[in-house]
C-alpha cells in the first residue's frame, strides 16, 4: 500500500489521487487501507516518512566519518545521484514543495532529526565565514533536482551533475 501510495503521489500529486486509486493500486480493499492508514493525510505522512528515511539510509547514513568535508560532499552527491536513480518515486515526492497535507507529530519528529543530521553535515562542509546553512541546503538540492530533471540523455545528464558537484562545492567553500 504505502509502495502503491508513493508512485500515484510522485506521478500525480497528493491532491490529486483518491485513497480509492490508491488501494486499486495496491491491490487492496479500501476498508483494508483504512485500517493501516485511518485517513488520506495519515497515508501522506507515511508516504513522506518512508520518502524521507530512503533518503537518509541511501545519502546520509554511514557517511565516511574519517574523510575530508570535500570527499564527504562527494559521497553525498554520488548517493543523491542513487538515491534518485533507484528510488525515483520517493525522491520525487520527498522534493515536494510545498507538502501538500499537514504534518503529523511522527513527521515532524523525523523531519527534524534529519534536518539536525544535515545541518550538522553542512556546517562541516562550509567554511566558517561562508553562506548559511539554509542556503547550502538550497544550493545542493535545487541545483541537484534541476540538473537531474533535465530532459537530456542519459550520459549528458551525469556529465553535467558531475559539473553541477563541482560548481556546488566550489560556490560552498570559495572565499
Request: some cysteine.
Amino acid at each position: 500500500m504505502l509502495l502503491a501510495a508513493t508512485a500515484l503521489f510522485a506521478e500525480r500529486g497528493f491532491t490529486a489521487v483518491t485513497v480509492a486509486d490508491v488501494a486499486a493500486r495496491a491491490g487492496v480493499g479500501l476498508s483494508t487501507l483504512y485500517l493501516r492508514f485511518p485517513s488520506k493525510e495519515a497515508l501522506g505522512n507515511a508516504v513522506l516518512r518512508h520518502c524521507k528515511l530512503t533518503w537518509a539510509r541511501t545519502t546520509l547514513d554511514d557517511l565516511p566519518v574519517d574523510a575530508s568535508p570535500h570527499e564527504q560532499f562527494q559521497t553525498y552527491w554520488s548517493r543523491l545521484q542513487a538515491y534518485a536513480r533507484v528510488s525515483p518515486n520517493e525522491a520525487a515526492y520527498a522534493e515536494r514543495r510545498p507538502v501538500p497535507h499537514e504534518l503529523d507529530t511522527e513527521t515532524v519528529a523525523l523531519m527534524a532529526e534529519l534536518g539536525e543530521r544535515s545541518t550538522g553535515l553542512l556546517r562541516r562542509w562550509l567554511r566558517a565565514d561562508g553562506i548559511d546553512v539554509e542556503v547550502a541546503a538550497a544550493l545542493i538540492h535545487g541545483t541537484f533536482w534541476n540538473v537531474h530533471s533535465l530532459q537530456v540523455a542519459p550520459r549528458r545528464r551525469a556529465a553535467l551533475l558531475r559539473q553541477a558537484g563541482q560548481a556546488v562545492w566550489h560556490a560552498m567553500t570559495a572565499p
